[in-house]
C-alpha cells in the first residue's frame, strides 16, 4: 500500500510489477496462440527433399569413426541426392579436421565462413581459459580415442563425401537444400538445441559409449559403434553398426539401413525407442561457460 506520503520507491515497485504481470500475460497469449496452431497440424506427404536430419555423436570410442560414424555418412550421401538437407556439427571435433572440409566447400565464400567460424571459436576457448585437450573426454579416451585429432577424423566421416553448400551459424535457420555445416559446440544438448533451431526434422545419433540423450521435439535415431552396447541397450539402440567391425555387414549396408529407418520414422511409420520410453532431454542454448 502508498503511505500518506505517497512514497516514491512504492510507486516504482508497483510499476515494475505491473510491468511484469503484462510481460507474462503477453507470453502465454502468443504461446495459447502458438499452441492452437500446433493442434491444427496433420501429417500430409512431402518429398524427400523437404526433410531435414541432423547428424551428431556423443560418447565416441574407437569403434565411431570405422563403423558407425562411416555409416551415418554414407546415409548422409543418400539423403543429398534425393534432395534433402543435411547437418553436420561440432566446432572442436572437426576443428582438427578441418582441411578435409575445406576441401569440399563449394566456392570461397562457403570456404571463408567455415574458417571464420573455426576461428570465433578458437577465440571464445582462448578468452574463457580452456585448453582444447579437454576434448576427448575421460569416457571417450576410456572407449579408445587417444587424442582430439583421432577424435576429429572420425568425427568428419559422419558428413559423407557430398559437397558442403554453405555454413549455418548458432542461431540461424538452414538456407540451403544438401550438406550444410551448422557450427555448433560438440555438447550433445546445446548441438541438438542449434541444430533445431536450423530447421532440423530429426537427427541421427552415433554413440559408442552409451547415452540416453533425446530431444521431444525431433525424433533421434541412435547408431552404436559395437554390438556390445547393442546388447547392452537393445531397447535404446535403434541401429546397429557394430556388425560393420565383426564383418556381419558392411557400411554400405548400414547406410542403407539407416536411411530406411530415418524415413520410416520421419513418415511415422516406427518410433525410435527413446520416443517409445519418453526420455527426453531439456533444451539449452549456447553454454556461457565454454563447451571443449
Known sequence: MLNDGGNNDDVLVLQEQSGFIDMIDAIVKKAKFRLQRLDERKRESFPLSELVVGMQCGGSDAFSGVTANPAVGFASDLLVKHGATVLFSEVTEVRDSVHLLASRTINKEVKDSLVSEMKWYDEYLSKGDVDRSANPSPGNKRGGLSNIVEKSLGSVVKS????????????????????????????????????????????????????????????????????ELKKEWHDLIDVNAGKIASGEATIEDIGWEIFHHIIKVASGEEKVWSDKWGIYNDLSLFNPAPIT
Do not use: W
Open 160 to 227: 559423407g563425401t557430398s559437397p558442403i553448400v554453405d555454413i549455418v551459424s548458432p542461431g540461424e535457420k538452414v538456407q540451403k537444400k544438401g550438406l550444410n555445416f551448422a557450427a555448433t559446440p560438440s555438447g550433445d544438448f546445446v548441438c541438438g538445441t542449434l541444430q533445431l533451431a536450423a530447421g532440423m526434422h530429426m537427427q541421427v545419433f552415433t554413440t559408442g559409449r552409451g547415452t540416453p540423450y533425446n530431444l521431444s521435439m525431433a525424433p533421434v535415431l541412435k547408431v552404436s559403434t559395437r554390438n
